[in-house]
């Protein structure tokens, strides 16, 4: 949300009791055609002016609404230069002709074949949209003849609609290609997006919804867009969001609140179990608030078993075990243990939550960012360390917290193989990075995950998009000696799709193939730089320069440049140029 609605929830009744329900529209949702929105050129025109020129519609049922979420790019107008609308009618019309293929991101990939619908592209085309800019009054955006303390009393209330907006909205596009900000000078990418308190707040009423569809499509650039991992919400809380206004904070996390209770009545009305008991289990964590022990009496009733040996020997989705572990209730875990529950129980059933099958309970414990503790009974327990799941990865790769660290080296994990790394070095805090490095954990080795040989600077650069953290982690793995200009190899059954991709794209072309196939083709001998131009990632291709990169050409003979123009990503250009010569 952009910042000019920043500070007017203090103008808004923020007492719980007196808040809005989550569905209560308080001002009409205004949207465009975006057919309309497809034949605009430039700067974004602001509400009054849309409205005056009839090209703003009052929401009714039936409508196809796409709600845009992004950040401002000024103080006083969210995209002053118009580069940020520019890329969401390329990226718009790809996703209608179909030369921009939405699929689910890189991590899911192997797990997840999906990808964006004719009858979705379709829908976009004759759809509406809603962009904040268009849809609510603006005090920033003066027009004449208009009563300021009338527009700032709609916007007040066009705030407090969000959630209403969000529930009516059909499909959900983060807007996140790299840009300045005009003030602060800051980059404004999908890191920094996630970490906007507002953002945030849209991001959680639209995933929190009871819609059929909650997912989220992410978009990079006018030729890249991707469905967004869902680790990526669950692991920025709202009550931890930056804002403009201080005062926001606590107006907004009620919001989120409303949003996880109602999510909750829903799956506890309508299930499945899974997703219930998996929802109440972590709404402490996910509210930022302190979680308690309970009774055996409390936690049965609360996760809706009949009997302890119902919660120890479930083998469903999310039994006694999960809703122990993922409770963050360590006594209860013991309890489970002692009447026989399985701590070496492999996942299922939990894919579209980012908890893939067989993944193990350990390594949940991890990846949702239990306390250590949490780590440190499941191995006192006899839960295995080194136990791998169908890609091949063990509880070390999805370690978040350098006390994770520690509770494996205690346990003698094998974390001198080095391998793991690759996981944290993308997902995880530089601390957490650090602390495997101390572990002995070669920042250079390149064993094979997923089907290609790489080290840790290529897993942060292909899966790091969301880590606020990789620009100062790749500083720490570059300060121990990082190969700078090592270059992927991919193996076995990936080399052969590798191959195959080439094909596909020499015959094609590359800006004609979906994402996935640029990247399968690409990756044959890239390196960490050509890979961050692949991305898109500013940050990451000036350090990378910084420490000396070189202008490798990867298997196909594409440079860094080659890579960044095909992707889309011509803000990169001038930088490239300027160091190839």
């Not at 790394?421 to 390149?446: Q, Y």
């Amino acid at each position: 949300m952009g910042s000019a609605l920043s500070g007017l929830c203090s103008e808004v009744e923020t007492n719980s009791v007196n808040l809005a329900p989550v569905h209560e529209c308080q001002f009409p949702l205004h949207v465009m055609k975006v057919s309309d929105f497809l034949e605009m050129e430039g700067v974004p025109e602001a509400h009054a002016v849309l409205k005056q020129r009839s090209l703003l519609h009052e929401w009714r049922a039936g409508m196809f609404v796409i709600f845009v979420s992004h950040q401002w790019l000024s103080s006083s107008h969210p995209d002053p230069r118009g580069r940020q609308v520019a890329v969401l009618r390329d990226a718009l019309r790809g996703m209608i002709s179909g030369s921009v293929d939405v699929a689910v991101d890189f991590i899911s990939r192997t797990h997840d074949k999906r990808s964006m619908s004719q009858r979705t592209r379709q829908e976009i085309a004759k759809g509406y949209l809603f962009f904040d800019w268009f849809a609510i009054p603006q005090i920033t955006a003066r027009t004449e003849g208009i009563n300021e303390e009338t527009t700032r009393s709609d916007a007040a209330l066009a705030v407090r609609s969000i959630p209403a907006y969000v529930e009516v909205s059909n499909l959900f596009i983060a807007l996140v290609p790299e840009q300045l900000h005009k003030e602060t000078g800051l980059l404004c990418n999908y890191a920094s997006w996630l970490c906007r308190g507002w953002c945030r707040a849209e991001l959680w009423c639209h995933l929190l919804s009871n819609k059929p569809d909650t997912s989220v499509v992410v978009v990079y650039s006018p030729a890249e867009a991707e469905y967004m991992f869902a680790m990526d919400w669950q692991q920025n809380l709202i009550s931890e969001g930056d804002f403009t206004v201080e005062s926001d904070r606590s107006a907004v996390v009620k919001l989120g609140d409303m949003a996880v209770m109602s999510k909750i009545q829903h799956l506890s009305d309508h299930g499945p179990l899974s997703h219930f008991r998996f929802y109440l289990a972590l709404r402490p964590r996910l509210l930022g608030r302190d979680r308690r022990d309970r009774t055996l009496e409390e936690f049965l009733r609360h996760f809706r078993f009949q009997s302890l040996q119902e919660a120890a020997e479930d083998e469903s989705p999310m039994n006694g075990t999960m809703s122990a572990v993922m409770s963050g209730d360590v006594k209860m875990l013991q309890l489970l243990a002692a009447n026989r529950a399985d701590v070496n129980f492999k996942l299922h059933g939990l894919g579209e939550l980012g908890y893939f099958d067989t993944q193990t309970v350990l390594m949940a414990a991890a990846k949702s960012r239990q306390e250590p503790e949490m780590l440190s009974a499941l191995i006192q327990l006899k839960a295995d360390v080194e136990t791998r799941s169908r890609s091949n990865i063990v509880c070390a790769y999805l370690v978040r917290s350098p006390g994770h660290v520690k509770v494996l080296a205690d346990a003698k994990a094998d974390l001198e193989a080095s391998w793991p790394l690759n996981g944290p070095a993308a997902l995880a805090s530089t601390e957490t990075v650090e602390a495997m490095v101390k572990s002995r954990c070669d920042p250079n080795f390149d064993y094979e995950t997923f089907g290609v040989r790489y080290g840790p600077l290529h897993s942060m650069t292909l899966f790091g998009r969301s880590n606020k953290h990789a620009v100062t982690t790749a500083r720490l793995l570059l300060a121990h000696r990082a190969d700078i200009n090592a270059q992927a190899k991919p193996q076995g059954a990936f080399d052969q799709k590798c191959r195959e991709a080439q094909q596909e794209v020499a015959a094609k072309g590359f800006e004609a193939c979906p994402m996935q196939t640029r990247f399968e083709a690409s990756a044959p001998g890239i390196t960490p730089l050509s890979l961050a131009a692949l991305m898109g990632h500013e940050g990451l291709v000036k350090v990378y320069l910084e420490f000396g990169a070189e202008m490798i050409p990867n298997g196909r003979g594409d440079l860094p440049e080659d890579l960044a123009r095909r992707n889309g990503f011509t803000h990169l250009l001038p930088l490239l140029a300027t160091f190839a010569t």
